[in-house]
Structure formats: C-alpha cells, structure tokens
C-alpha cells in the first residue's frame, strides 16, 4: 500500500499568478511532494519559488539536480532545463524541447507517473496551446488522478480546455476547489498494482528527454509522417495517443498537432526573412555592378544588371508584403503559384 503523495503541476501564460494562488492555499504541512513547470524564455531569472514562498504556506525552492524528494516542499523547474522525477530524487537535464519548450510540461508529468504510478495527482493550470495533455494521459494510464483549471476560470484557457479534451480527466474546477481537491486527496492510500508492466510505456520517452544514447537509438513508436522537425528538420514519427495526436523526431524533439503548427509557422517566418535579406544583398550587389559597367563605358552589361536588380527587388518586395501583412493573402504573379478555387 501507498499513498498519493506526488503532485506535479503545468502552466504556462498566465501561470505564475495561478500556480502562486495555488499553492497559497494549500497548507505548510501538505503530506505531498510538489513539482511545478512553467514556460519560461530561457535566459531570464525565475523568481517564481520567491513568489510563493512569500505568499505563506507551503516553502519553495528551485529544483536541483539530484536532490532527494521532500514531503512538504515545492520544486519549481529553473528555465531551460527539464524536470524530471526519479523514485526518490529529481534530476534536472537539458535535453530536446517538447512543444517548444524547456522546461516542458510533459516530460515533467510522463516522468512522474513512470516513477510513482497511482501515487500522482497531475494539475493543468492556465496556458496557451497543449503542452501538459500528453501528459496527463500518461499520468492516467498510471492510475493517477487529473485535475485541471476550469477553462472560463484561466487567464488563458489553451492547456486546460486542450487537456479535457484529449485526456480522461478526473476533476475540472476552478483554482479554489482544485486546492481543495488536493488536500482531500492528499495521504489517501492507493493499491500498489501487481502487474507494473505500465511503467515501461514511458520509460524510453523520459530516457530521450535526458538525452540518453541508448534510447535514441530505440526505434520508434508510430510510423514516419510526412512533416519534418521544425528545430532540426528530422523526420517526425507520428504516435496516436488515444486521442491525442502528437510527433516526435530521431533525436527527441515532440510536438503535439497545435505546436507543431506554430512551430511550422515560426520556421515558415523565419524562412521568408532569410529569402527577404539574401534578395536585398543581391539588388545591392546587382545595382553596385551595373555601376561599375557604366564606369567603364559597358552600358550592355549595366542594362543587364540593371535589369536583374529590378527584378530581384520586385521579389524582396513581394515577401516584404508578405511579412507585413501575413501569410494568409500571399500575392499572385504572372507566372507565380496559381489561385486556388477552393472557397475559404
């Protein structure tokens, strides 16, 4: 027999508020462990264990590699660096992104329900996109219980209402209840199952997020797509999750279908503006060449690169109009993509 006694938590915008509200309410001698992960940019200062350690009950503190697991305390991922739970210690690890982020969600709760099964409560707190959902499957394919932020009660409703949506959800409440629901829940005893061949269904996912060489060689589950890594342009593998879709690449990077599009967005941009710089070096190049021709009394070869400049800035400017004003309203030249007759 055990006791659940694990309580992992992800958010992401808006989530300092919620998660500091949170864990206010619940007391200094909460009989759990709690593990928190937030989005943060990786080069800023987190000062989110100050945060709630100001705001009274529970202490807080920055996760640190290999350090042992406390009752009553609160662990926060520091940026750039997932969390990850080991029966009985934390460790802490730079390994590839899932969903774009570091830390992630995902790894944070897959590594906990790995480790202690039934013993996890998993709360989805207020974010944008999905991260959290892959999640809090694994989470309740362990026997453990999941609770998530009621999406009208979330500053940004993204990761809850994708996490209700996607995952057998235990509890939807408010921030208020969802304390409540943990303190009632907290201590109680649970069945150690017999049959924990559960367990190996995550262990390779949480080997790959610490960057083991060994499970990057595991072949994978699912089956190749037909999208390639937005960071490192590998193929993606498709895995189905009951009804999660979501994609990994051979050296880790996951996505769920939401980030995969924005993370295909963002490349999409980065992409345009690296065509929109290498057309405006080359008009430069070209306009400085059909000088020098003039200069040296060879006006054939100015009018040809004169010409190749003027054609080379009505590109730059075609993708300039595209940044401006968006993907969506992409404009058709002579010559170029022909309109579509789908209706929108």
């Known amino acids: 027999m055990a006791e659940r006694d694990i309580v992992v938590i992800g958010a992401s915008a808006g989530g300092v508020e919620a998660v500091s509200s949170l864990i206010e309410a619940l007391p200094r001698d909460f009989p759990a462990a709690v593990f928190v992960v937030v989005h943060f940019p990786p080069h800023v200062t987190s000062v989110l264990p100050r945060i709630i350690s100001r705001r009274g009950g529970m202490l807080a503190e920055h996760a640190v590699d290999g350090a042992p697991i406390e009752l009553g305390r609160v662990y926060v991922a520091p940026p750039d660096l997932h969390l990850i739970i080991e029966t009985g210690h934390m460790r802490l690890v730079r390994g ?3 969903n774009m982020s570091r830390p992630a969600v995902d790894p944070l ?6 480790a202690y099964g039934n013993r996890v409560m998993a709360v989805v707190l207020s974010g944008n996109l999905d ?6 499957i694994a989470v309740k394919k362990r026997g ?6 009621d999406p009208d009660d979330a500053l940004y409703s993204g990761m809850p209402a994708s996490a209700i949506r996607n995952a057998p959800v235990d509890h939807v409440a408010p921030l208020a209840e969802i304390a409540q629901l943990l303190i009632q829940k907290a201590g109680e005893t649970v069945e150690t199952p017999e049959d924990d061949r559960s367990r190996a269904l995550y262990e390779t996912e949480v080997r790959v997020a610490e960057m083991d060489p060994d499970a990057l060689e595991t072949p994978r589950a699912g089956e190749p797509s037909a999208f390639a890594c937005p960071e490192c342009h590998g193929v993606l593998w498709e895995v189905q999750d009951g009804e999660l879709t979501r994609f990994r690449c051979r050296v880790g990077h996951a996505y769920s279908m939401e980030n995969l599009l924005a993370g295909q967005s963002a490349a999409l941009d980065a992409a345009l503006w690296t065509a929109y710089r290498a057309l405006e070096e080359r008009a430069a190049l070209t306009a400085r060449m059909a000088d020098r021709m003039r200069d040296r009394s ?15 800035l009505e590109r730059a400017e075609m993708i300039r109009r595209v940044l401006v004003t968006g993907s969506e309203d992409i404009p058709v030249v002579e010559g170029g993509p022909r309109e579509s007759n789908v209706a929108d």
């Not at 709760?109 to 790995?114: E, H, I, K, P």
């Not at 453990?144 to 932020?149: D, N, R």
């Open 96 to 98: 590839p992104r899932e």
């Open 109 to 114: 709760f897959r590594s906990a329900a790995r």
């Open 131 to 136: 991260d959290g959902s892959a999640g809090m």
């Open 144 to 149: 453990g219980l999941a609770l998530v932020q």
């Open 298 to 312: 060879q006006p054939m070869l100015a009018v040809r690169y004169d010409e190749q400049t003027r054609e080379t």
